[in-house]
Each structure stands twice: as structure tokens, then as C-alpha cells.
């Protein structure tokens, strides 16, 4: 036995995707400023797979994360203030 969490339990974020690595979130993950600028939560879960309603492709390389709009599916954005901190926000590209 042992007292450390399985490796296949563990909850990765969207902030803790390592560069040039894929993975599925949740499409309301995202965020849209008044000003059209886009962010996403990067407190929010990723999947290696598509799982459940975790559909959106998503990208990082660098401090940005890219998400493949055809990924999407018919969900649309509202727009918001400007990210809270807890949330962690990364700047998002779409691709």
C-alpha cells in the first residue's frame, strides 16, 4: 500500500498543461471581455480524451492556451468582466 495519490488520480488544470501538450476541457472554461479579448480558466479540469462534456481541443505553448473552434460545439460565449485572479486566467488564441 501507499499513501501517495495514483498518478491516474490526479486532477490536472488547465494551468498545469506543460508546452506543446493537447488536451479536452469543458467549452464555458472560456471567457470573453467587453473588449473581445479571450481568456480561459486555467483552474478548470483537462482530459487527455474527449470525456463527457470536456469536448473543447486545447493547446498550450507558452503562456498562451490555443483552442480549435471546431471543437467548440454549439456553445456561445457571454461577455464578462475582466478575469478574477483566482481563476487563474491564460490568454487564449483560437485556432
Given at each position: 500500500?501507499?499513501?501517495f495519490l495514483p498518478e491516474e488520480l490526479e486532477q490536472?488544470?488547465?494551468?498545469?498543461?506543460?508546452?506543446?501538450?493537447?488536451?479536452?476541457?469543458?467549452?464555458?472554461?472560456?471567457?470573453?471581455?467587453?473588449?473581445?479579448l479571450s481568456w480561459i480558466r486555467g483552474d478548470y479540469?483537462?482530459?487527455?480524451?474527449?470525456?463527457?462534456?470536456?469536448?473543447?481541443?486545447?493547446?498550450?505553448?507558452?503562456?498562451?492556451?490555443?483552442?480549435?473552434?471546431?471543437?467548440?460545439?454549439?456553445?456561445?460565449?457571454?461577455i464578462r468582466d475582466k478575469p478574477m485572479e483566482e481563476?487563474?486566467?491564460?490568454?487564449?488564441?483560437?485556432?
Open positions: 500500500m501507499s499513501d490536472i488544470t488547465v494551468s498545469g498543461l506543460q508546452e506543446g501538450e493537447t488536451s479536452y476541457t469543458v467549452p464555458w472554461a472560456i471567457f470573453v471581455e467587453e473588449s473581445g479540469s483537462v482530459f487527455p480524451s474527449p470525456k463527457g462534456d470536456a469536448t473543447l481541443r486545447i493547446r498550450r505553448q507558452g503562456r498562451e492556451i490555443f483552442a480549435a473552434k471546431e471543437t467548440v460545439g454549439d456553445y456561445r460565449y457571454e481563476w487563474k486566467p491564460l490568454p487564449l488564441k483560437w485556432e
